[in-house]
């Protein structure tokens, strides 16, 4: 998810993104973990997104 689409995101909008990743990486684990992960380079694309959405709510955070 680029980063100009999460800007103009809400909070809540923002809150429901980081769940959605939480529940792929969970699921991502599994998989690493059964030996069945096709493509690992999605889990760090997803720890780059949720600091990418995490540092937006700071932003949002700061600004009131």
Do not use: H, W, Y
């Not at 689409?5 to 599994?30: R, S």
């Not at 380079?41 to 700071?58: D, F, P, W």
């Amino acid at each position: 998810m680029k980063v100009n689409e999460l800007k103009e995101m809400t909070m809540e909008e923002l809150n429901q993104q980081l769940v959605d990743i939480k529940k792929e990486q969970f699921n991502l684990k599994l998989q690493q973990v059964s030996g069945q992960l096709e493509n690992p380079s999605r889990m760090k694309e997803l720890r780059r997104t949720v600091a990418r959405v995490k540092t937006i709510q700071n932003m949002k955070k700061a600004e009131g």
